[in-house]
């Protein structure tokens, strides 16, 4: 029994603001009457009053809560195992992070996770993480970009084995931006389920003539020295590129995989990649199968079963526009062309 002035150790565990599982928890609440970075930040009743400031407190295996209000800074996770946790990722709960004089959130440490959050970026970067084990999902991204040179809406640069899912990231038609870019030397990243728009001029907009884009962007781009990327089921609409495979040098990609997406409307590739399968001497190692590319006519479902009549096989590896017959394929890679 524990008898007066005496403490238990589940006292002691709470007041230390441990979890059963190891971490520590703090909360930020930028709207509330009292929050401020002065706070201990243990409770929604003391919060602090930034994110920067709760970082300020971390430690590593820390979580993070962040009630609903925009949050005009920029901020670096500098610790392992950090969780940023907002309500939601979109609507008027969201907890928005407008960045302010540079990239919206830089990670410096591996194994962190963002999650039910948003994040607005004007002529910055809105996540740039490097190291090993990232997790980003349900995440609401806006670029404005007007600067000229690329910027990012997730880029993850030598990050193995990172995953980034079900996030809205929205280009909003500006020059010279790319929604996800896995960076260099990047290995294991698998990218799936996100809804990518604006990446460039697509179809139907005023900068798109004959298939080229006055406005050039990127929904997805893959560095040439990261490897078995995975990009599957995921949704490319309404920009330039869907996905853009770089080539600087001579050796071929290896291991990536493009499966089970959905593009259109994009002005220029659906997907680009400049090497070739059937050059024995530096061939394409790129898998590409059953994504389904959004040409006039292709919308059926005379089965009604929920999927379109024809799932494309670019099993070359190059975007190519379908013919008459729906299995047969151009010889050479030719650029988008009004199709939608």
């Known amino acids: 029994m524990v008898y007066m002035a005496q403490s238990s150790i589940r006292f002691e565990i709470s007041e230390l603001n441990v979890s059963k599982s190891g971490w520590t928890t703090l909360f930020v609440d930028g709207s509330y009457t009292t929050a401020s970075d002065a706070n201990d930040g243990y409770s929604w009743e003391h919060p602090k009053k930034t994110i920067s400031g709760a970082l300020a407190a971390a430690n590593p295996w820390c979580k993070i809560y962040v009630k609903s209000t925009e949050y005009p800074e920029s901020v670096t996770i500098p610790y392992e195992h950090v969780q940023l946790i907002g309500m939601t990722e979109d609507g008027p709960s969201v907890a928005k992070i407008v960045a302010t004089g540079g990239t919206g959130i830089i990670i410096t440490a591996g194994f962190c996770e963002i999650m039910n959050m948003a994040v607005e970026a004007t002529n910055q970067h809105a996540i740039q993480a490097t190291l090993p084990g990232h997790h980003f999902h349900n995440l609401a991204i806006s670029l404005v970009n007007t600067s000229g040179t690329a910027k990012y809406g997730i880029w ?29 030397d990047c290995v294991d990243v698998n990218v799936h389920d996100n809804y990518i728009e604006g990446f460039g001029d697509g179809i139907g907009d005023a900068g798109c003539v004959a298939g080229v884009c006055t406005n050039n962007g990127y929904c997805i781009g893959i560095a040439e020295s990261a490897q078995r990327v995975r990009v599957h089921d995921n949704v490319c609409i309404d920009g330039c590129v869907g996905v ?97």
Request: aromatic share 14%; with cysteine; charged share 25%.
């Open 156 to 184: 993850a640069n030598d990050a193995d084995k990172c995953e980034i899912d079900n996030c809205h990231i929205d280009g909003n038609g500006d020059d010279e931006v790319i929604g996800i870019f896995v960076g260099d």
């Open 244 to 340: 853009y495979f770089y080539k600087t040098g001579g050796e071929a990609y290896k291991g990536h995989s493009i499966l089970h997406n959905q593009f259109y409307e994009l002005c220029n590739y659906d997907i680009f990649d400049q090497f070739d399968p059937d050059d024995d001497s530096n061939p394409s190692g790129i898998m590409i199968r059953e994504n389904f590319f959004g040409y006039l006519g292709w919308y059926g479902d005379d089965d009604r079963d929920g999927r379109a009549n024809y799932m494309v096989d670019a099993g070359s590896n190059f975007d190519r526009a379908p013919l008459a017959n729906p299995r047969a394929w151009e010889t050479q890679a030719i650029q988008r062309s009004n199709n939608i």
